[in-house]
Structure formats: structure tokens, C-alpha cells
């Protein structure tokens, strides 16, 4: 399998609920992001790492964990969300951090009842 | 703070005709790169073309050129010869040069009609 891809591409949970979305990549890559993608809003970047190491955390709540064992995983773990959390997902990859291309995954489409 | 514009919520296009979306950004950096990337049914954000703000040539991929106005702050997709398949929603983004952060615009959902 080649690209970047996402599990599960579709989820609906509870509020009280806890669940887990992964992304893997299969470029060799480095580096590796988490963005949000709301109905009539530009995609809001979440989170950044390089090498395994968080660079970046936009502002986002603590009900959003992050995760990224190796260069190839990355997960964001969710707990006790809200309904406005529900959105689209998006898992992206680049070779190096500053690197002009992000390559992204399908994406997770999360429906938060 | 840097914010890129896409005006038109939706357009429209008849195949193999040409259609031209526009994006405006703001930015008060001279180094910078520009992207188009198109967002399918299938969600798959893919990368269509991108710019760098230092070439003054606009770039090109096959049916696909931009129109990169540096000063305008402007940074247009022309598809030319559209195709079923080219429907879709587009977003154009931008990303400083020293930074990993991408802004996106809001999108354009294009249509295609045979």
C-alpha cells in the first residue's frame, strides 16, 4: 500500500466515549500532521511532529491526544469530545518539516453524537 | 496575520471548456509558497500544482496553470480542457517559506457538466 493512509474513515461516538484514529505513511517521510476540516471553514492545522517529536500544538483542547510512536505512525486519541468536534479528519506527511509538499491522506469523518 | 481568500463558493463549467478560480492571499513575507490542491468525493486531498513565490514563471501541469500575481497578492487555477473528473472541491493554500504551517482557503466546489 503506498500514500499516506487513515483508519477508521468513518466514526461516530458518544461524548463519554474514548476512540482512537490512526494514520500511517508509506513515503518515508519525517515529518507528519494532524488537521481539522469543518463544514464551511479552512482546514485548521492541529498538530505537527518531526522525527517523532511534536513541533506544533495550534491551540488544540486537551480532549485531543496525540500520539506518534515512529515516523510512519501517527494517532490522535479522543475523549469526552464534543459535538462541534464532529468534522473530517485529515492526516498528511512530508519528507522533511519545512518541506514545500504535505501529502495527505482520506481522512476520518467523525460524527460526535 | 496570513489569510488566503477564495471568493467563489461554487463555479461551474461545461467539458472540455476552460474555467479559472481565483484565490487572494495576505502575507507581508516575500518568500512563500502557493498550492492548489483538489479535495474529490473520496476526500483524498490531493496536491494539483504548486508555486514559489521567487519564480516569476507561472507554473504548469499538463491541463493545469496558475495565474501568479506577486504583487496583486493573487494566485488564480486555470484548468483548461475540463474533464469529469476534474469535479471537485479545490483549495488554494499557502505555507511561509520557513514554516511547515499550510493556510487554506475555504474552497471551491467545481462542477463539471458533460
Known amino acids: 500500500e503506498t500514500g499516506v493512509t487513515q483508519t477508521p474513515r468513518h466514526l461516530v461516538m458518544g461524548m463519554t466515549n474514548k476512540k482512537s484514529l490512526k494514520c500511517e505513511q508509506h513515503l518515508g517521510h519525517n515529518a507528519m500532521y494532524w488537521y481539522k476540516q469543518s463544514a464551511k471553514k479552512p482546514l485548521e492545522l492541529m498538530f505537527v511532529y518531526n522525527f517523532k517529536e511534536q513541533t506544533e500544538n495550534n491551540s488544540v483542547p486537551s480532549r485531543f491526544s496525540p500520539e506518534c510512536p515512529n515516523s510512519s505512525h501517527l494517532f490522535l486519541h479522543l475523549h469526552t469530545l464534543q459535538p462541534e468536534d464532529s468534522a473530517l479528519y485529515l492526516c498528511a506527511s512530508s519528507q522533511e518539516r519545512i518541506q514545500e509538499t504535505q501529502y495527505f491522506g482520506p481522512g476520518t469523518r467523525l460524527l460526535v453524537l | 496575520a496570513q489569510t488566503v481568500t477564495q471568493s467563489q463558493p461554487e463555479m461551474s463549467v461545461q467539458e472540455a471548456e476552460t474555467v479559472t478560480l481565483s484565490c487572494t492571499y495576505d502575507t507581508s513575507e516575500s518568500d512563500y509558497y502557493l498550492f492548489w490542491y483538489k479535495q474529490p468525493p473520496s476526500r483524498q486531498m490531493i496536491l494539483v500544482i504548486r508555486q514559489e513565490a521567487y519564480k516569476q514563471q507561472n507554473a504548469t501541469e499538463n491541463r493545469f496553470s496558475v495565474n501568479f500575481q506577486k504583487a496583486a497578492k493573487s494566485f488564480s487555477l486555470k484548468i483548461s480542457d475540463s474533464q469529469l473528473g476534474d469535479a471537485a472541491m479545490y483549495f488554494c493554500?499557502?505555507?511561509?517559506?520557513?514554516?511547515?504551517?499550510?493556510?487554506f482557503g475555504t474552497g471551491t466546489r467545481l462542477q463539471v457538466f458533460p
Open positions: 493554500a499557502y505555507r511561509t517559506y520557513n514554516t511547515d504551517k499550510l493556510i
